[in-house]
C-alpha cells in the first residue's frame, strides 16, 4: 500500500531524529522509494532533500552527491515542485556539496572551482549575500595551501553580510577560530572560540567540534584545566555521532601528546569503523594520522608490541599499526596533492606525525587501562623497581661518576643519622657495589647492611625475621650488643607482620629487658632501649581494637617508651621515638571517645617530628589528626593538618600514600563547600591511585568524589563523563552499596542538567533497587519520585507511573502524606497524557481527599501547618482546573479554580501571589465561557491587589489582567 504524504512527512521526521549511521541512510534510502510511488511533486523534492542530510552526516558522505544532482535537476525544470523551505534548503546544501566535494580526491579541482563559480551564480540570482561563497572559497584555498587566496576569501567572508545562507554563528567561528590555529595563533583562536565554548552559540554539531579544536592550544598556553575539561565533555558528545570523526581524531591525538596513551586506545576500540569507513576521505585522512601518531607513541615509550585495537581484518600491534596508518595517511594525502597539484596536505600529515608530547602526564579523572611496565626497548621492568615518584636517582656504576664503595658507606650512615627515608637505598646501593668489586666488608659494614636489607624487606617479613637476626648476630660480634638487642626486637616485630603474633610478644621481652638493663648500665643508648621497647609497641598494636584490654596494653608500652625516651628526647635519634608513642596514644584516647585528647596528642607528635627535622614522618599523625578534628567539627583544624600531610608527604609517600592524602584533602573541602579545589584533589588522588596500580578500588572512590565535585560546581558534562566512566569498577561488596547509590543519584542528576532523562532514569532506578534493601526507605523514595520525573520528562508515560506509583507507596509508608499527594497529582497528568480523563479525574480527587484528611483535625483556620494544607487543598484543585479545562470541560474547570481562590484565601496573606494566579485562571474561564463582566470583574481585582507595587511579578500579573479585560470589554 502506497504511504501517504502526510505518513511519509512523518517518517521523514522518525528518521531525522534516529542516530547517524547506515541504519538511518537505508532508512532514508526506502522512504525515497515510497515518496516516488507518492506522484506528489513535492513529496520527493523531501525525501531527496532527507537523503542528502542524512547522507552528509554519516560515514557515507560520498553518497550525496546524486541526491543533490537530481535535486538541482528538478529546480531548473521545475522550480514550482519546491515550496519556500525546500526553495531555502536547496541553496543551504550547496555549502555541503561544495565541502564534500572538496573531501573526495578524485573529484577534479576544476569541477570543484566550477561549482564555487555556480554557486556564487545561483547564491546572486536568489539574492543571498555573497557571505557563504566567499567562505567556500576559503575551505578550497586553505586546502590547496594557497595562502595569499585563503587570506583575501577570508577576509571577504567576513566582511560579507550575514543573510539566511550564512553558517550558524558557531560553526563560522569554528572555522574561523581554526584559521587563526593553523596560523599559529593559538589565543586568538580561543578568543573566536570563547562564545561557542560558552554556550553563547550552538547547533547539531557545535560546541561539539570546538571543543575537540581546543585542546592542544589550550595545552599549549598551559591551560591544561580547561583543556581536560573540553575533552571530557566533548568526547562525550561525539562518541556516538558516526559524523564527527575528525573530532573525534583530535581527542586522540591530545591523549596521545599528553601522557594518556590508554585513554587514547579506548577511544580507538570504541568505533572500529572509523579505520574502514570509506565515505569521507578527509575524516579518514584525520583519523589513520592520529592514529600513526599514537601508535609511534607507543612504540617510543616501550609499547611496540602490545596488542592495540585496529582494523577488523587482523591483530595488531602497536608497532604494525603504526606502519599501517602512516603508509595508509600519506598516500590518502598524496592522493588529495595529485589532485589539487600542491603538497599542501602531505605537508600538513607530516608535520602532525612529527609532534612531541606536550605533556608527561595530563590526569584526566577517568580510568583506562594500564599499560604493561616496559622500558624504552619493550622489556618489562623490574616489579620493585623505584616509584615514579621517588626523589633519589639510583646509584650509578663506579666509572661513570658515581661514589665508590666508602663514599657510598660514609653517605648511608649520613642518611641514617639523619634518619632520612632514603638511607635504606643507599645501604643497598652500597651492599650491590661491595658485591660487584668483591670488596671485604667489616663485621659493622656487614651488620648495618643485613639491617636495612631487613628494614627494606618488609613485604617479605618472613626473609626479614630472618636478615634481622643475622644483623643481630653481626653487632654482637662487632661489640655492639645495645643494637643487637634492638635488632632482635625489629626481627620479632617482623614475626608479628607475618602473623605470628603470640610468637612475636614473646620473642620482643628478652631483648627489651636487655637492652633495658644496657641502657641502665651504659652499655645502650637511649635510642636503641627506646627503639627495643617501640617494637613491643608495634607489635600490641597489631591486635588494636580486639578489646578494651588490648589497647589498654598499647598504651601502657607506648607510656613506658616515654618514660624512658622524653626526658632524653635531645639525644640523638629519639625524637622520633617519642613522636611515634604519642601516636599511639593518640589511637588509645581517639578508641575511649577522647578525640580532644587525640587530637592533642597526635599534634603534639607531629611537632616533635617536625622540631626534630623530621617532617616526612609527620605525615601519619597530620593525618590522624585531621580525621580527629573532623569528627568534633573543626574542619579550619582538620583541613590545616590535611594539608601538612600533603606537604610533607607528596614527595615520599609513594603513589597510594599520595592518593590517601590527596584524597583526605578533597573531603574535608567538600565538607566546607570548597568544591573547586576538592575537585583537583580528588583528580591528583584518581591518579595516584592509578599509578599505585589501584585503578578500581582506590581510584574509583577517588573518581566518584570527583564526579561529585564536578556536579555540585555546575559542571555537568564533566560530572557525568567522569561518573559514567567510574561505574564499571564501582562495586558494592568493594566499595558499599551507599557509594554506588551515591553516584547513581548523582549521575542522574548530571544527565537530567544535560537534557538526559531517559538515561538519568535508568541510573536513578538501578540506586532506587539498591537502596530498597536498606532499613531506611526515605533515599529509596525520592530516587524512585526522582526516575518517575526523569520517565515523564522522556514522555515514557506508562513507566512514568509505574514509578510514581512505587515512590506514592513508599513515601505513604514513611508518613510524608505531603509528597504523597504530589504523586498522585503527577499521576494525573500522566493519565490525561495518555486520553485517560477518568482517571486523570480520579487522582486528582484522591489527592484532594489526601489534603481535606490532614485538615479535618484542625479548625480550619489560618497559620501552621493548616495554613499549608490549605495550600496544598488549594494547588490541587488549581491543577484540577488546568487538567479538565485541557480535556475542554470548561465549566467544570471554572468550579476548581473558584475553589483554589477561596483556599489560598483561607491560608492567608503568604499565599496572595497563588491566590491571584488562580483568580486570572477563573478569569480566562469566564472569558471563554462567554462572561466577559465576570471576567473582567475578577481582573479589575486583581489589578487592584498590586497597585502600587513595581516588581516584576506584580507587573507580569497586572499585565495579565489586562489582557483579560482588553478581551472581555471585546465581548461585551
Same mark, same amino acid.
Given at each position: 500500500m502506497t504511504m501517504t504524504f502526510d505518513a511519509l512527512r512523518e517518517a521523514l521526521r522518525e528518521n531525522h531524529a534516529r542516530p547517524e549511521g547506515p541504519a538511518r541512510n537505508a532508512r532514508a534510502e526506502l522512504l525515497l522509494a515510497e515518496a516516488e510511488r507518492i506522484r506528489e511533486p513535492l513529496a520527493l523534492v523531501e525525501a531527496l532533500g532527507h537523503q542528502v542530510q542524512v547522507y552528509n552526516y554519516s560515514s557515507e558522505k560520498d553518497k550525496m552527491l546524486v541526491p543533490f544532482a537530481r535535486l538541482l535537476r528538478i529546480w531548473d525544470e521545475r522550480p514550482g515542485d519546491f515550496d519556500a523551505h525546500e526553495a531555502h534548503?536547496?541553496?543551504?546544501?550547496?555549502?555541503?556539496?561544495?565541502?564534500?566535494?572538496?573531501?573526495?580526491?578524485?573529484? /577534479?579541482?576544476?569541477?570543484? &572551482?566550477?561549482?564555487?563559480? &555556480?554557486?556564487?551564480?545561483r547564491y546572486r540570482i536568489a539574492g543571498h549575500s555573497e557571505r557563504a561563497v566567499r567562505q567556500s572559497e576559503f575551505r578550497v584555498a586553505r586546502h590547496v595551501g594557497d595562502r595569499t587566496r585563503a587570506e583575501r576569501a577570508f577576509a571577504a567572508w567576513l566582511a560579507a553580510d550575514r543573510d539566511r545562507m550564512s553558517d550558524c554563528h558557531?560553526?563560522?567561528?569554528?572555522?574561523?577560530?581554526? *584559521?587563526?590555529?593553523?596560523?599559529?595563533?593559538?589565543?586568538?583562536?580561543?578568543?573566536?572560540?570563547?562564545?561557542?565554548?560558552?554556550?553563547?552559540?550552538?547547533?547539531?554539531? %557545535?560546541?561539539?567540534?570546538?571543543?575537540?579544536?581546543?585542546?592542544?592550544?589550550?595545552?599549549?598556553?598551559?591551560?591544561?584545566?580547561?583543556?581536560?575539561?573540553?575533552?571530557?565533555?566533548?568526547?562525550?558528545?561525539?562518541?556516538?555521532?558516526?559524523?564527527?570523526?575528525?573530532?573525534?581524531?583530535?581527542?586522540?591525538?591530545?591523549?596521545?601528546?599528553?601522557?594518556?596513551?590508554? !585513554?587514547?586506545?579506548?577511544?580507538?576500540?570504541?568505533?572500529p569503523s572509523y579505520f574502514t569507513d570509506s565515505g569521507d576521505p578527509d575524516s579518514l585522512l584525520d583519523f589513520l594520522a592520529v592514529t600513526a601518531l599514537l601508535m609511534d607513541r607507543l612504540t617510543a615509550i616501550g609499547h611496540g608490541e602490545q596488542d592495540v585495537p585496529g582494523p577488523a581484518d587482523g591483530r595488531w600491534t602497536a608497532r604494525a599499526l603504526a606502519g599501517h596508518a602512516r603508509e595508509r595517511a600519506l598516500a590518502l594525502a598524496g592522493r588529495f596533492d595529485a589532485r589539487n597539484g600542491t603538497d599542501a596536505v602531505s605537508t600538513a600529515v607530516r608535520t602532525q606525525l612529527d609532534r612531541r608530547p606536550l605533556a608527561e602526564r595530563l590526569p584526566l579523572g577517568v580510568r583506562a587501562a594500564r599499560l604493561a611496565p616496559a622500558t624504552a626497548s619493550g622489556t618489562p621492568v623490574r616489579e620493585d623497581a623505584a616509584p615514579r615518584d621517588s626523589a633519589v636517582p639510583v646509584p650509578e656504576t663506579p666509572g661513570a661518576g658515581a661514589p665508590d664503595l666508602a663514599g657510598l658507606l660514609a653517605e648511608a650512615r649520613r642518611l641514617s643519622a639523619a634518619q632520612h627515608p632514603d638511607a635504606g637505598r643507599t645501604w643497598a646501593a652500597a651492599a650491590d657495589e661491595a658485591e660487584r668489586s668483591g670488596t671485604e666488608l667489616s663485621v659493622r659494614d656487614r651488620a648495618e647492611i643485613e639491617d636495612h636489607r631487613a628494614m627494606a624487606g618488609a613485604t617479605e617479613p618472613a626473609r626479614s625475621v630472618a636478615l634481622f637476626a643475622s644483623a643481630a648476630a653481626l653487632y654482637e660480634e662487632a661489640g655492639d650488643l645495645g643494637e643487637a638487642a634492638a635488632a632482635r626486637a625489629r626481627g620479632a616485630y617482623a614475626l608479628a607482620l607475618d602473623g605470628r603474633y603470640e610468637e612475636a610478644l614473646a620473642a620482643v621481652e628478652e631483648p627489651c629487658a636487655r637492652a633495658l638493663a644496657l641502657h641502665a648500665a651504659g652499655g645502650a643508648t637511649t635510642r636503641q632501649a627506646s627503639g627495643a621497647l617501640l617494637c613491643r609497641v608495634r607489635i600490641l598494636a597489631e591486635r588494636f581494637g580486639e578489646s578494651d584490654e588490648a589497647v589498654a596494653e598499647v598504651g601502657r608500652a607506648a607510656r613506658e617508651v616515654l618514660a624512658l625516651a622524653e626526658p632524653r628526647r635531645d639525644e640523638e635519634r629519639v625524637a622520633a621515638r617519642v613522636a611515634e608513642a604519642y601516636t599511639a596514644l593518640g589511637d588509645v584516647a581517639a578508641y575511649g571517645e577522647d578525640v580532644t585528647g587525640a587530637v592533642e596528642l597526635y599534634a603534639r607528635s607531629a611537632e616533635v617530628y617536625e622540631a626534630a627535622g623530621l617532617p616526612w614522618f609527620a605525615v601519619e599523625p597530620w593525618m590522624r589528626l585531621a580525621g580527629a578534628a573532623r569528627h568534633l567539627g573543626d574542619l579550619d583544624t582538620a583541613l590545616r593538618a590535611a594539608r601538612s600531610a600533603l606537604e610533607h608527604g607528596a614527595g615520599r609517600a609513594g603513589a597510594r600514600g599520595r592518593a590517601r592524602l590527596h584524597l583526605q584533602v578533597a573531603e574535608l573541602l567538600a565538607g566546607a563547600g570548597e568544591f573547586a579545589e576538592a575537585s583537583e584533589h580528588a583528580l591528583e588522588g584518581a591518579h595516584w591511585a592509578d599509578e599505585a596500580g589501584e585503578s578500581a578500588g582506590l581510584g574509583a572512590y577517588?573518581?566518584?568524589?570527583?564526579?561529585?565535585?564536578?556536579?555540585?560546581?555546575?559542571?555537568?558534562?564533566?560530572?557525568?563523563?567522569?561518573?559514567?566512566?567510574?561505574?564499571?569498577?564501582?562495586?558494592? %561488596?568493594?566499595?558499599?552499596?551507599?557509594?554506588?547509590?551515591?553516584?547513581? *543519584?548523582?549521575?542522574?542528576?548530571?544527565?537530567?542538567?544535560?537534557?538526559? /532523562? !531517559?538515561?538519568?532514569?535508568?541510573?536513578?532506578?538501578?540506586?532506587?533497587?539498591?537502596?530498597?534493601?536498606?532499613?531506611?526507605?526515605?533515599?529509596?523514595?525520592?530516587?524512585?519520585?526522582?526516575?518517575?520525573?526523569?520517565?515523564?520528562?522522556?514522555?515514557?508515560?506508562?513507566?512514568? %507511573?509505574?514509578?510514581?506509583?512505587?515512590?506514592? &507507596?513508599?513515601?505513604?509508608?514513611?508518613?510524608?502524606?505531603?509528597?504523597?499527594?504530589?504523586?498522585l497529582r503527577v499521576r494525573a497528568w500522566i493519565a490525561l497524557r495518555e486520553e485517560r480523563a477518568a482517571d486523570a479525574v480520579a487522582f486528582m480527587a484522591s489527592a484532594a481527599r489526601e489534603c481535606e484528611v490532614m485538615l479535618a483535625p484542625s479548625d480550619g483556620g489560618a497559620g501552621g501547618a493548616a495554613a499549608e494544607w490549605l495550600a496544598e487543598l488549594a494547588d490541587t484543585h488549581r491543577q484540577s482546573a488546568e487538567l479538565v479545562a485541557e480535556s475542554g470541560d470548561r465549566e467544570t474547570a471554572l468550579g476548581y479554580a473558584e475553589r483554589a481562590v477561596a483556599g489560598y484565601g483561607a491560608a492567608g496573606a503568604d499565599f496572595l501571589d497563588p491566590r491571584t494566579g488562580a483568580e486570572l485562571m477563573a478569569a480566562w474561564l469566564e472569558a471563554e465561557l462567554g462572561r466577559g463582566a465576570a471576567a473582567a470583574a475578577r481582573a479589575r481585582r486583581v489589578r487592584e491587589v498590586y497597585s502600587g507595587r513595581t516588581d516584576e511579578g506584580a507587573r507580569e500579573r497586572v499585565a495579565e489582567a489586562e489582557s483579560i479585560l482588553e478581551h472581555a470589554e471585546g465581548q461585551e
Open positions: 534548503s536547496l541553496h543551504w546544501i550547496f555549502k555541503w556539496v561544495s565541502s564534500g566535494m572538496l573531501d573526495q580526491p578524485h573529484i /577534479p579541482l576544476a569541477s570543484i &572551482e566550477k561549482w564555487l563559480g &555556480e554557486m556564487e551564480h558557531a560553526c563560522e567561528l569554528h572555522g574561523q577560530g581554526s *584559521w587563526h590555529r593553523e596560523l599559529g595563533d593559538d589565543e586568538r583562536a580561543l578568543e573566536t572560540w570563547q562564545p561557542v565554548l560558552a554556550g553563547e552559540h550552538t547547533c547539531a554539531h %557545535e560546541p561539539h567540534a570546538v571543543l575537540a579544536s581546543s585542546l592542544l592550544p589550550l595545552v599549549r598556553l598551559g591551560r591544561t584545566g580547561e583543556a581536560r575539561a573540553n575533552h571530557l565533555r566533548g568526547y562525550r558528545m561525539v562518541r556516538e555521532m558516526e559524523s564527527m570523526r575528525s573530532s573525534v581524531a583530535r581527542h586522540v591525538e591530545f591523549c596521545a601528546l599528553t601522557g594518556n596513551e590508554p !585513554r587514547a586506545l579506548e577511544i580507538l576500540a570504541d568505533r577517588a573518581r566518584h568524589q570527583l564526579g561529585g565535585h564536578l556536579l555540585r560546581l555546575g559542571r555537568s558534562a564533566e560530572a557525568a563523563a567522569v561518573l559514567e566512566a567510574v561505574l564499571p569498577d564501582l562495586t558494592v %561488596e568493594g566499595h558499599g552499596d551507599g557509594t554506588v547509590v551515591q553516584t547513581l *543519584w548523582w549521575l542522574g542528576d548530571a544527565l537530567t542538567a544535560l537534557g538526559e /532523562p !531517559r538515561a538519568a532514569a535508568e541510573h536513578w532506578l538501578r540506586g532506587a533497587e539498591l537502596a530498597s534493601a536498606w532499613p531506611e526507605q526515605r533515599d529509596h523514595a525520592v530516587l524512585a519520585n526522582l526516575a518517575g520525573e526523569a520517565l515523564f520528562r522522556a514522555e515514557l508515560h506508562a513507566q512514568a %507511573e509505574r514509578a510514581y506509583e512505587r515512590a506514592g &507507596e513508599l513515601w505513604r509508608s514513611l508518613g510524608d502524606v505531603r509528597a504523597v499527594v504530589r504523586t
